[in-house]
């Protein structure tokens, strides 16, 4: 007998934020557990499952087959969405890739700013570059969760396309918080975060080119504010 699979708290992060019903566009696929599981339980109707590789791309093929889903999922050989319509897709995921991979995807197909589409991003780096495209390219942050998986904290972004105040320095680097929130891993996250701002700083501060002392002089600003930030988290927890 199969047995039946689960999602990895990571990628469970990013289901749970998929709306009952909607189309979905995985992109960058890989083994398709995603999709697969989505339609599993009856989340979504149908899927395109799509890849940038042909080797990942038939192990989603095979995934499905053997979970008899197969026919519910248009899978596509194609770089992030160039070979998906706006209609065929309300909702977008992007799961495991860099930051900067992940704002190219959104930047290159025409149709990533037309409202009524939902974006759930979960980057394995470049988060600070991430926010940053999103802020200031019409997206709107709506939500961030972290999720724990093994020793490392993941955050799930849902974007949409719309209006939000500008994000600052500190909250480039961790998100946006805000009073009342339920945030257990909030806190270990910040001070992650703070230690990697201060670690960086630190690593330019022996050089003397210009373009590095202003780089410290971010990371540094930054810090400040994240330690600012990390407080009035704690305050709000007491
Ligand atoms: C580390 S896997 C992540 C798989 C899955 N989404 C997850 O989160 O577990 C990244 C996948 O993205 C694919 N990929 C990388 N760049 C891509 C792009 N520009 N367009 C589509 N797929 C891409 C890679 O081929 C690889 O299969």
Do not use: N
Not at 197 to 212: F, K, V, W
């Amino acid at each position: 007998m199969k047995r039946p699979f689960s999602l990895s708290p990571r990628l469970a992060a990013v289901a749970e934020l998929v709306p009952q019903g909607t189309r979905l566009a995985d992109v960058g696929t890989d083994h398709g557990r995603l999709p697969v599981w989505l339609i599993q339980h009856g989340v979504v109707e149908r899927a395109v499952a799509s890849d940038l590789r042909p080797g990942p791309l038939s192990r989603a093929r095979a995934l499905a087959e053997r979970w008899a889903v197969a026919d519910r999922i248009s899978f596509r050989l194609c770089d992030g969405l160039s070979g998906i319509g706006s209609e065929e897709a309300r909702t977008v995921t992007v799961a495991g890739m860099g930051g900067e991979t992940i704002a190219e995807i959104l930047a290159a197909a025409p149709w990533t700013g037309e409202s009524g589409h939902r974006y759930i991003l979960q980057p394995m780096s470049g988060l600070d570059g991430l926010r940053r495209y999103l802020s200031g390219h019409g997206f709107a942050i709506r939500r961030e969760t972290l999720v724990e998986e093994g020793e490392t904290l993941y955050v799930v972004l849902l974007a949409e396309p719309g209006e939000m105040p500008p994000l600052t320095v500190g909250e480039i680097w961790v998100g946006r918080q805000s009073r009342g929130e339920d945030g257990p891993l909030r806190e270990r996250y910040l001070e992650q975060e703070l230690g990697k701002l201060r670690r960086a700083a630190e690593g330019l501060s022996r050089t003397e080119r210009a373009e590095d002392q202003a780089k410290r002089a971010r990371y540094e600003a930054a810090a400040e504010e994240v330690e600012r930030m990390r407080e009035e988290w704690r305050q709000w927890q007491a």
